[in-house]
């Protein structure tokens, strides 16, 4: 099976590198949050532009530190997009807070700030606030609308988070996403643009008090070892990940720059087809987490791509409002875009090492159920 990303593929071109750092830690002794979370942490600074960077167990975790280094909590609202994964409204709700779902730009797929503006002035008319903060996903890898946002934000004095969780690298006018809002929220799940072997995370900001209190939460509140200030967390990233991700950074550049030229092989061949490329809006580089097209045909393409074993996926199948988990709190709540999107996008494999010939596989076999 040809696999939406061949992790295997890239192992191999790291391993010498990958086996002798892990060598050199196991036979250290130091596991957990030592010189290579450190130096992880300066290393992706730098690559961001940005005063703090704190490593912790997960991009989930990011988030949720993120809200409770806020202070936002219970009887809060907390705007986002509902066509994301469902760890940016998890971290919403753990805190005690209620995820506002707000519709999608139909191009982009990022959430529609005109929209945010909307929801806000409804709200604050007729209730006061009880708005504290906007977390927009730069979904698939392309920056939200961060101009209007921060706009939004200033206006109403809300706080932004950045779900960068897919974007890592890609920039928004020139500035890399994670460095417009209070924090920056990334995922190193392996299948992320820059993931590790297991699970972790980073939370970027230049807010330098925000990013203590980020660093005593992810280690149980604790500044001094064994004295306890806050209820933390056990949200720590370990020193094997943290040098694997070193390994990888210093290739980041490359591995974007390679997605991306293999969408634009793609988008190049589905021209003039029945299928929708993906939009690219010309404020930054689409980093190509995913490459998502719209069709109508989904069903018999996934099955034909599988016949040749391909793999393919639907990222999201369920809008978040439309959850099991969400839904009774969300009746009536009607978000056109995205719930008709849901129903017509398909990602096709991509990643760096991908060939152009596999791309030509992909399509030509996607083209021959279109007829
Ligand atoms: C992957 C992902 C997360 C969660 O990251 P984990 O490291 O898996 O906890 C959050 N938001 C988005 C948009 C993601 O894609």
């Known amino acids: 099976m040809k696999p939406m990303i061949d992790l295997k593929k890239q192992y191999l071109d790291i391993k010498d590198e990958v086996l002798s750092i892990l060598n050199e830690i196991l036979e250290g002794s130091q596991y957990v949050l030592g010189k290579r979370v450190l130096e992880l942490e300066e290393n992706v600074k730098k690559y961001h532009g940005v005063k703090e960077a704190i490593g912790v167990a997960s991009g989930t975790d990011a988030l949720h530190l993120s809200l409770k280094a806020l202070g936002i909590g219970e009887g809060d609202e ?3 997009t509902p066509f994301t994964f469902i760890a940016t409204a998890e971290a919403i ?3 005690g807070a209620k995820p506002v779902f707000v519709d999608i730009d139909p191009k982009t797929f990022n959430i529609d700030p005109i929209k945010v503006e909307e929801y806000i002035s409804s709200r604050f008319t007729a209730h006061g606030s009880r708005i504290k903060a906007i977390i927009p996903v730069h979904l698939y890898g392309q920056a939200a609308d961060m101009d209007p946002i921060m706009a939004i934000a200033k206006k109403h ?3 932004v988070i950045e779900d960068c969780a897919q974007s890592f690298g890609g920039d928004y006018k020139g500035k ?3 460095g417009f809002g209070e924090f920056g929220c990334y995922s190193f799940f392996p299948s992320k643009n820059l993931g590790c072997y297991g699970d972790g995370g980073m939370v970027t900001t230049n807010d330098t008090e925000m990013a203590e209190k980020v660093k005593a939460l992810r280690n149980h509140g604790s500044k001094v070892r064994y004295y306890h200030s806050v209820i933390g967390y056990n ?3 370990d020193e094997i ?3 694997i991700l070193r390994v990888k950074l210093k290739r980041m550049k490359r591995f974007n720059e390679l997605r991306n030229r293999n969408a634009h092989l793609y988008s190049k061949m589905f021209e003039g087809t029945g299928i929708t490329p993906p939009f690219e809006d010309d404020n930054g580089m689409h980093v190509y987490h995913q490459y998502t097209v ?7 393409i996934i099955e034909a791509l599988a016949k040749e074993g391909i793999a393919s996926a639907i990222y999201y199948p369920v809008p978040l409002h439309k959850q099991d988990v969400y839904k009774n709190d969300y009746q009536g709540l009607s978000l056109p875009v995205t719930e008709k999107v849901s129903n017509e996008v398909l990602s096709l494999p991509i990643f760096p090492e991908l060939t ?7 399509v030509s076999t996607i083209l021959t159920v279109l007829g």
């Open 78 to 80: 907390v705007i986002t």
């Open 93 to 95: 709700s753990y805190v």
């Open 157 to 159: 004095k809300l706080k």
């Open 176 to 178: 890399m996403t994670g």
């Open 235 to 237: 949200s720590r990233l």
């Open 241 to 243: 990940q943290a040098a």
């Open 294 to 300: 719209k069709t109508s045909g989904r069903e018999r």
């Open 356 to 362: 152009e010939e596999e791309i030509k596989k992909v």
